[in-house]
């Protein structure tokens, strides 16, 4: 069995969670989030705790086991406590705005570059170089964050670009001069 897969989810107070069929809903503080579980798992509730349970044990039953609680376990602390990915650009003449749900990014092209937040998302700007995306979904938070990531990636001569708060980038030496 999982060892991911077997463990339980405790259900916070301010969170209910109902299962239809093989849909599970989550709704709490921040929002609400839905999740299509895979026929061969069930879902079950009891005393405030929720268990992923294997009906088969074919192949891929096995690997949709861990990752299915995985996703239920996110879904449950994202309506809680929304996830949050920071990001800050670096570079002469970088900066990012937001303007309602759209964040605009001047990252060294002749344009600037305008993205959309999907529904549930939130886009904050300080100081015009710190990006924080905020949402209850962790998976669609991580790829907003990749997206305004791949705008400009970090180059490995100055850093020049954007990059995650917390990532390092080591840089590489530049050309040396003839003696």
Not at 28 to 57: F, N, Q, W
Not at 59 to 70: C, D, E, K, L, N
Not at 123 to 131: L, P, Q, S
Not at 163 to 176: M, Q
């Amino acid at each position: 069995m999982s060892r991911i897969g077997r463990l339980l989810i405790t259900i916070p107070e301010s969170v209910t969670v109902t299962v239809n069929g093989n849909q599970v809903v989550v709704k709490g503080p921040k929002g609400e989030l839905a999740l299509i579980v895979p026929d061969r798992l069930s879902i079950e509730i009891k005393d405030k705790e929720l268990h992923v349970i294997r009906i088969g044990e074919d192949r891929r039953t096995r690997a949709q086991h861990g990752a299915i609680r995985a996703h239920l376990n996110n879904m449950i602390t994202g309506v809680v406590t929304p996830w949050k990915k920071e990001l800050e650009i670096r570079g002469t003449g970088y900066k990012a705005s937001v303007a309602g749900n759209k964040l605009t990014v001047i990252a060294g092209y002749i344009h600037p570059v305008v993205i959309t937040a999907p529904d549930g998302v939130q886009f904050t700007v300080t100081e015009d170089t710190k990006i924080l995306v905020t949402g209850c979904d962790k998976t669609i938070v991580g790829q907003m964050g990749s997206n305004i990531r791949k705008i400009k990636p970090p180059e490995p001569y100055k850093g020049k670009g954007i990059r995650y708060l917390s990532e390092v980038i080591k840089l590489k030496p530049g050309k040396t001069a003839k003696t």
